[in-house]
Nanobody, 124 residues
Framework: QVQLVESGGGLVQAGGSLRLSCAAS????????VGWFRQAPGKEREFVAG????????FYADSVKGRFTISRDNAKNTVYLQMNSLKPEDTAVYYC?????????????????WGQGTQVTVSS
């Protein structure tokens, strides 16, 4: 199994930036595909971005394309989500999730391992 811990959330004004980190421990993290999801109050948890174990396959939700960048450093067992040009509608709890596969998927039920989440609040 792998354990995930998110950090880097906080309060930021619209147009600002934050970088989230997802630190992993446990089994060899480099064999896991990682996704970032978010859940706003009263809404379903939605896919934000995903990255394959090698970093060569990356996918983004349309709502964040051009503003968010996902990356990973397998030597540090960490995946990052750089969020720029933040909007109030980006406000949510952000979760990282992992699956032991080379395939990046956007369906949350395909990820068995989850972190506890980190709050991101964007003020207008």
């Amino acid at each position: 199994q792998v354990q995930l811990v998110e950090s880097g959330g906080g309060l930021v004004q619209a147009g600002g930036s934050l970088r989230l980190s997802c630190a992993a421990s446990g089994r060899t993290f480099s064999s896991y595909t990682v996704g970032w999801f978010r859940q706003a109050p009263g809404k379903e948890r939605e896919f934000v971005a995903g990255i394959s174990w090698s970093g060569r396959r990356i996918f983004y939700a349309d709502s964040v394309k051009g503003r968010f960048t996902i990356s990973r450093d397998n030597a540090k067992n960490t995946v990052y989500l750089q969020m720029n040009s933040l909007k109030p509608e980006d406000t949510a709890v952000y979760y990282c999730a992992a699956r032991e596969s080379i395939v990046v998927v956007t369906t949350r039920n395909e990820y068995p391992y989850w972190g506890q989440g980190t709050q991101v609040t964007v003020s207008s």
